[in-house]
């Protein structure tokens, strides 16, 4: 088991005994820290969250979301997204801060708790110092049933950030869609297999093959972009290459 505590966030593998793994009590203690910290910055208190694919990310993201509501946060919940589209939600919602669930490319058995200001960037060092510290205290009051947090569904904001990815001005949708790109994606079983091909099309890319689609968690092979982890994306895009050419 491991539990790896630093200024960006709280990762760890699921399970074992508290303070060795991310635990339920672990999510809990790390959250409210969080929490603790948003309030001092003021009386903003919405909070974005958003998940990747992986098997404990539901129980994750309900751990999560129930803390900040019994800490008085309101919570717009993306459900399966991005750290990108979560990062655009905070500003796009002008949120106290968020909180991505993904381990990103670390294997299965690992989630993470990665905090955003409300610049939807990460946590300085003085803010991870603050969380920590905190967390470490047990000094968490949690609101009375007057004061609960709502949830609100967020899913739509993945549309907007693609919307807003298309008006940025270096980007030439036209000019995409001339090169008649021919592409294989493979999101090795998370998000990645909602978000790719849904910005691909909205650019112009019409061909477009998708392995290990299917959001499970349960990865095809390690998420790290090793050559050992790239070999079944690197055999579909070389038999493709020799008929249709295309590129990964």
Not at 99 to 119: C, F, G, V
Request: proline share 4%; glycine share 10%; aromatic share 6%.
């Amino acid at each position: 088991m491991a539990l790896i505590k630093s200024i960006s966030g709280i990762r760890g593998t699921i399970g074992g005994k508290p303070g060795t793994g991310l635990t339920p009590i672990d999510i809990v203690k790390f959250t409210s820290a969080y929490g603790a910290w948003v309030k001092k910055q003021g009386d903003n208190n919405k909070i974005i969250i958003g998940r990747d694919g992986r098997i404990s990310g539901e129980m994750v993201r309900n751990i999560v979301v129930a803390t900040l509501q019994s800490c008085g946060f309101d919570i717009i919940d993306l459900g399966l997204s991005t750290t990108p589209t979560v990062e655009m939600a905070v500003k796009f919602e002008k949120a106290a801060g968020g909180i991505i669930l993904t381990a990103s490319h670390n294997p299965k058995e690992w989630n993470a708790l990665k905090l955003l200001d409300s610049n939807g960037e990460f946590l300085d060092a003085e803010a991870g110092k603050y969380i920590l510290e905190y967390a470490e205290k047990n000094e968490t009051i949690f609101a009375d049933i007057h004061k609960f947090g709502k949830v609100t569904n967020g899913d739509a904001f993945l549309h907007s950030h693609i919307e807003a990815i298309l008006a940025h001005s270096l980007v030439d949708v036209k000019a995409i869609k001339k090169k008649n790109f021919k592409i294989v994606v493979d999101p090795v079983n998370s998000t990645g297999a909602i978000a790719v091909p849904a910005l691909l099309k909205a650019l112009g890319v019409a061909d477009i093959i998708v392995i290990n689609e299917e959001v499970t968690g349960n990865f095809a092979h390690n998420p790290e972009p090793l050559p050992e982890n790239l070999r079944e994306l690197c055999t579909v895009v070389e038999k493709k290459k020799r008929t249709s050419g295309y590129c990964s």
